[in-house]
């Protein structure tokens, strides 16, 4: 009887774990020679090592290479002899073309993540993009298409190349990855970080948090089909917006913009609540709402030295109830709006005009 039990529970757990999935030995594998284990010399020759890695550990160096992963994979610079620079930077024969944006540019990219089912993470890499000219491709040094994952103190640096160039593109899909990028230092992009997806709806929820962003033209853009949260970031901009939102869904909070750029924050869609925002020196508008009506929280928001107004809403006329409770110093205008609009529960310091009528 105790042989015939044993026999059925064999059998049981058998046609239980049938339908499971199979789960995949963690193995990790070292590129450079500062640890022991399987060693690589390149990045790429470690992510496509037999059996799939779940994670590859860099040594501190650089390694000049276009990498691509298909894989989940954990990718991470580790520290040796108190050095934990690992920096990508262009091949020696310069950048090729190896990846589509997604209005069908083609783009040369350093890290290039497409398509895949599990989580790729990113965590302590360089990637220095000086010189990365792609003959009349943008050049790009993050780029995640359709593919959830975490990117962490990762710094970007003098992605500026000719036909555009871009920290991190992340790219939605059917999928309808997460992509967190966090702590992490954007230095000398065009475009810091871009969001898309090709979707009316959202296919992409992207969590952009703690980051460091400075001397770029827009620093972050977010464009259609995704739900973004931008949260606690610093933003330097020395060229023409803060943050662009347009066509998508999510929350602006806690972030400091400086800088001297156009705008601070510029919103083509009335779902984004926009609340909590340090803007300095912006030169034609604090916050732009470009919209019909304002169904987001506009609310305690600091402007200080806007050139302009400091935040512009001459969208549908009436008094939009979610814009209120905002502090405006030693800037021109506080609020450009329709006739009827109210500045009660506003804080003006300094300012010329509390409120202007829009100028059709």
């Not at 001459?314 to 110093?329: E, M, Q, R």
């Not at 030693?330 to 010329?352: K, L, Q, R």
Request: hydrophobic share 40%.
């Amino acid at each position: 009887m105790a042989r015939l039990k044993f026999i059925l529970l064999v059998v049981s757990a058998c046609v239980l774990n049938a339908g499971a999935p199979e789960l995949r030995a963690a193995t990790t594998v070292i590129v450079g020679t500062c640890k022991v284990g399987t060693r690589f010399t390149k990045i790429q020759d470690a992510l496509n090592s037999t059996p799939a890695p779940t994670i590859v550990e860099v040594c501190p160096g650089t390694y000049p290479e276009q990498v691509t992963i298909s894989k989940p994979v954990t990718l991470q610079g580790v520290p040796s002899s108190n050095s934990s620079l690992v920096t990508l930077v262009p091949p020696s024969g310069g950048m090729v073309p190896n990846a589509t944006l997604l209005n069908g540019d083609s783009a040369a990219v350093q890290i290039l993540v497409q398509n895949v089912a599990g989580a790729v993470n990113l965590t302590n890499l360089y990637v220095n993009g000086s010189g990365a000219e792609a003959g009349g491709a943008a050049v790009v040094s993050v780029l995640y298409k359709n593919t959830p994952g975490t990117i962490n103190h990762l710094v970007t640096f003098n992605v500026s190349a000719t036909d555009g160039g871009f920290g991190v593109y992340l790219a939605g899909g059917s999928a309808n990855p997460k992509v967190t990028i966090q702590n992490s230092t954007f230095d000398h992009d065009q475009t810091a970080l871009w969001v898309q997806s090709n979707s009316t709806s959202s296919e992409l929820t992207a969590i952009v948090e703690n980051n460091l962003v400075y001397f770029c033209a827009t620093c972050i853009s977010v464009q259609a089909g995704v739900t973004a949260t931008i949260s606690n970031n610093m933003i330097n901009t020395n060229g023409q917006i803060g943050i662009a939102l347009f066509a998508s869904t999510g929350s602006v909070t806690g972030n400091t913009i400086v800088g001297g750029g156009q705008l601070g924050i510029a919103s083509g869609n009335d779902s984004f609540s926009i609340t909590s925002n340090k803007i300095y020196d912006a030169s034609l508008f604090g916050i732009n709402l470009d919209i019909s009506t304002v169904a987001g929280n506009v609310t305690g928001n600091t402007l200080t030295n806007i050139g302009g107004v400091g935040i512009a809403f001459c969208g549908s006329p009436g008094t939009p109830s979610k814009v209120h409770s905002n502090t405006f110093v030693d800037t021109n205008i506080g609020y450009e709006a329709p006739s009827g609009f109210s500045v009660t529960g506003n804080t003006f310091i300094g300012v010329i005009a509390d409120v202007e009528p829009c100028v059709n």
